[in-house]
């Protein structure tokens, strides 16, 4: 069975702060992905990362930066949070290249004050 | 540039009866069509999805159905129970690649 972990479920961050938000998965898939989850406009895709130390925008990556030294883990990172980053923050993985089927970790509501 | 459309945005039926969920994509490219299901405070997962080489997939209760032409594909959910109550959301995957751009989503309610 496929596990995706988010380091936390809910998170309280002042604006101006620096956010890290880690995701792991125990399957050894190679792709990972960050979506930000508002109501009304499904998942949005922040960033993705086919391989180690790889990684490609999404169609929102304004504001945000991402890291994956080990391939297990995929770190999103606010560098300085605004409040209109609050959200739903859900984790992604998929297995290979040609195998599309992402299955999601538990998510992560992000409020900036 | 690259699109995915749902709709309805909210459905509500009545325990029994069927309910359809419809989605365009604007990438002739795309050859993978997943539909997620979230429950209220979990995570999306997988319930269904076609590839562009087949036209309509059945897993028991829930159908899947593509028209590559127009260029959208259905949810179909028949004989639905209120535990099928939940967010549903189709994808599409541009340029066949392996990112997936989503749907706004759809609110399904089954009333008792």
């Known amino acids: 069975d496929v596990k995706v972990t988010q380091s936390s479920r809910y998170l309280v961050k002042r604006t101006g702060e620096k956010v890290f938000l880690e995701c792991v998965q125990d399957?050894?898939?190679?792709?990972m992905f960050w979506y930000r989850q508002d109501p009304g406009l499904g998942l949005r895709l922040i960033y993705f990362?086919?391989?180690?130390?790889?990684?490609e925008k999404g169609d929102i990556p304004e504001g945000y930066s991402v890291s994956r030294e080990k391939k297990e883990r995929f770190s999103l990172i606010l560098e300085s949070a605004s409040t209109n980053q609050t959200s739903m923050y859900l984790c992604?993985?998929?297995?290979?290249?040609?195998?599309?089927?992402?299955?999601f970790g538990p998510g992560t509501r992000l409020t900036v004050t | 540039g690259e699109n995915v459309e749902q709709h309805p945005s909210t459905l509500s039926v009545q325990e029994g009866d069927s309910a359809v969920i419809k989605c365009t994509y604007s990438?002739?490219?795309?050859?993978?069509f997943p539909w997620y299901k979230q429950e209220l405070g979990k995570r999306p997962q997988l319930i269904i999805d076609?590839?562009?080489?087949?036209g309509e997939k059945k897993d028991q209760r829930i159908a899947v159905t593509l028209n590559k032409t127009a260029k959208h594909f259905s949810l179909h959910i028949t004989e639905t129970q209120p535990e099928d109550s939940a967010v549903y959301f189709c994808?599409?995957?541009?340029?066949?690649?392996?990112?997936?751009?989503f749907g706004q989503g759809t609110e399904l309610s089954v009333k008792p």
């Open positions: 992604a993985s998929s297995p290979v290249r040609g195998r599309y089927e992402q299955y």
């Open positions: 399957m050894d898939h190679e792709n």
């Open positions: 990362s086919y391989d180690v130390k790889m990684k």
């Open positions: 990438d002739s490219a795309s050859n993978y």
């Open positions: 076609i590839r562009s080489n087949v």
């Open positions: 994808a599409a995957n541009p340029n066949q690649g392996g990112k997936l751009i």
